[in-house]
């Protein structure tokens, strides 16, 4: 029998029509969800140890938590080859630098169908991040393309204060139907010249049909790992997609400390 308790209701922007609209919804503890696991669910929750001390400091980030990120990824999927080229700091700062870079307030799933051609034509092209990421992997761009299966596995770290003032949620892979999903057009992203396509998700007929899901307090010692595309389960017509989503977190105090946070993504590549 679960114990899952219910962490807070407060509302997450949805897309409706053209505009984003808040729908109120209940965000589940995970913490007392017992089995919350990737491959099933979309996301989980790790214990991860980092040898990053200062994670302001772009080097050392690259230096080591890429390597560790790629190696976590390995470990979870059993691919052959994990690709990491950057990563995102979300943070006041960064904020100020461009807009993107502030926490994302509305339901969506990174990539669509098609982001496998994307990210391939990406390493072809051989810019600096992406022939760092090969060397790192002892790959040339033509092994990218030549993979089996790409999935892409991506990790949020919560670096800054446990309560924080915009946490992220994720949400059960498998109580968001397709029908639920609508491409939108990325033409760049905080002023890259890398195109996209991302999954904006519409609110559901009933809110409790959407299962959302909240890790409190996150300590810089856990990761969430969660998928965001997946070439198998494309093929198969299958569920690749974990929405999620900032939002306001009505159990910290108004004044809370922003959120200081690091994303990386991983490409594995399965010969």
Not at 90 to 109: E, G, K, L, M, T
Not at 200 to 214: F, L, N
Request: hydrophobic residues 40%.
């Amino acid at each position: 029998m679960s114990t899952t308790e219910e962490y807070c209701f407060t509302p997450m922007n949805y897309m409706g029509g053209q505009e984003t609209v808040p729908i109120e919804v209940p965000i589940w503890n995970g913490r007392t969800h017992a089995g919350l696991h990737w491959p099933k669910h979309g996301f989980e929750l790790l214990h991860h140890v980092s040898a990053v001390s200062d994670w302001d400091n772009k080097r050392e980030v690259a230096n080591y938590y890429y390597a560790e990120m790629a190696s976590l990824a390995k470990q979870m999927s059993g691919c052959t080859h994990a690709l990491v080229s950057s990563h995102i700091s979300r943070n006041p700062a960064q904020a100020q630098v461009h807009q993107d870079y502030a926490p994302i307030q509305f339901v969506h799933s990174d990539f669509t169908d098609n982001y496998a051609g994307l990210v391939t034509e990406r390493y072809l092209r051989e810019d600096p991040d992406s022939v760092r990421a090969l060397t790192a992997a002892g790959l040339q761009a033509s092994d990218v393309a030549r993979a089996k299966r790409m999935l892409i596995l991506q990790f949020w770290r919560n670096v800054g204060a446990p309560e924080m003032d915009l946490p992220i949620a994720f949400c059960d892979a498998q109580s968001v139907p397709r029908q639920d999903m609508q491409a939108i057009h990325v033409p760049s992203y905080a002023g890259s010249d890398f195109a996209f396509d991302t999954y904006a998700v519409h609110p559901p007929p009933s809110t409790s049909m959407h299962d959302w899901y909240v890790f409190p307090h996150m300590q810089v010692d856990e990761v969430v790992a969660f998928r965001t595309f997946d070439s198998d389960l494309v093929r198969t017509g299958k569920t690749f997609w974990t929405p999620h989503s900032a939002f306001k977190d009505p159990n910290v105090p108004a004044d809370a400390p922003a959120r200081c946070s690091i994303e990386i993504r991983a490409t594995c590549l399965f010969d």
